[in-house]
C-alpha cells in the first residue's frame, strides 16, 4: 500500500509547531500545567484549556495530546509506523474474511496513477489524489462499502450507486458500492473508482 501521511496529522503538526508563537507558551509549559491540574483524560482536557485560557479546540487537542504522549497524533513518521497495525485491525474477527477483498480494492485503486495514497484511518482507508476519491471500508461482518467522491460527476448513476448523503452534508465521499463477494469486484465497478479518480485531476 503506497502511503500518505493523512492531513488531520499534518493539520496537527502545523498548529503544533505555531502554538508557542500563538500561546506565548512551549508545549513543554502546557504539559506542566496539564500535570498540574491533575488530568489524564482528553477531553478533560480540552475542556479546561478552553475555559481557563480561552484556547481553540484544535490548539487544546494537540497540548492534550502532547500531554498524555500521544505523540502519533502529530508526528508524521509515528502515524506511517502504526498504519500497518491500524488496517490489519479492521479485518479482525468476523470481518478477517472480507480482507481479500479490500486488498484486492487497495491494488485497484492504486492502480490509477502514481499520484495516488493512501491515509488509513481506525475504521477505513481513504485514498486520496488531490483530494479524497475513494475509500475502502468493512461497514458490517459481511460486507465492504467502496466510498467514491463523485460530486462532479456528469451523468446518470445506476442504483448500484448508493447515495451516501455526503453531497448534502458537505462530504466528499459521495456514492459507496457494497462489495460482498469476489464478484462484486467487476469492470463496471473499476471503471467508477476510474471515474473518481479522473474527477480529482
Excluded at 469492470?187 to 485531476?201: G, N, P, R, V
Aim: proline share 3%; with cysteine.
Amino acid at each position: 500500500m503506497k502511503l500518505k501521511v493523512h492531513p488531520a496529522v499534518n493539520h496537527m503538526i502545523a498548529i503544533r509547531e505555531n502554538i508557542p508563537a500563538k500561546t506565548g507558551k512551549s508545549l513543554e509549559e502546557w504539559s506542566a500545567i496539564v500535570t498540574k491540574a491533575g488530568l489524564s483524560v482528553s477531553k478533560d482536557i480540552i475542556a479546561f484549556l478552553k475555559a481557563e485560557y480561552g484556547l481553540g479546540r484544535p490548539t487544546c487537542m494537540v497540548i492534550a495530546s502532547d500531554a498524555l504522549g500521544m505523540h502519533e497524533d502529530f508526528d508524521a513518521d509515528a502515524y506511517l509506523e502504526k498504519v500497518p497495525t491500524v488496517v490489519d485491525a479492521q479485518f479482525t474477527g468476523k470481518k478477517e474474511h472480507l480482507r481479500e477483498f479490500a486488498d484486492k480494492l487497495y491494488a485497484i485503486i492504486e492502480e490509477q496513477g502514481d499520484d495516488v495514497g493512501a491515509s488509513p484511518c481506525k475504521t477505513y482507508v481513504p485514498f486520496y489524489r488531490n483530494h479524497v476519491f475513494a475509500q475502502v471500508k468493512a461497514a458490517t461482518q459481511k460486507r465492504i462499502d467502496l466510498g467514491l467522491a463523485l460530486k462532479d460527476y456528469d451523468g446518470g448513476l445506476p442504483e448500484r450507486l448508493i447515495d451516501t448523503g455526503g453531497l448534502a452534508k458537505g462530504d466528499r465521499i459521495t456514492h459507496r458500492i457494497e462489495v460482498s463477494s469476489a464478484d462484486d469486484v467487476d469492470d463496471d465497478l473499476i471503471s467508477w473508482i476510474k471515474s473518481a479518480y479522473e474527477l480529482d485531476a
